[in-house]
């Protein structure tokens, strides 16, 4: 995943938006599965790490429908 240009892990530098910008591939096992790219601007380090989660969550619903229900649940 790369986030900016970058690896996740360098952009995301805390645990808390670490695991929140990883959080709709956990729960889909579906980390490593697929290529991310993502851009996003302001907010904050973890306002930006929620929207990274909204849009992972989104697409992934989008791709395999099912997986909105695990989602859901997660909020």
């Given at each position: ?70 989602l859901r649940g997660a909020?």
């Amino acid at each position: 995943m790369q986030i900016n240009k970058k690896d996740w892990k360098e952009y995301f530098s805390t645990p808390a938006t670490r695991i929140a910008a990883r959080q709709a591939l956990v729960l889909t096992e579906t980390e490593g599965r697929y290529d991310v790219y993502v851009n996003v601007m302001g907010g904050g380090p973890q306002g930006q790490a929620d929207a990274v989660r909204h849009g992972l969550s989104r697409a992934l619903v989008k791709a395999q429908g099912e997986f909105e229900a695990a989602l859901r649940g997660a909020r």
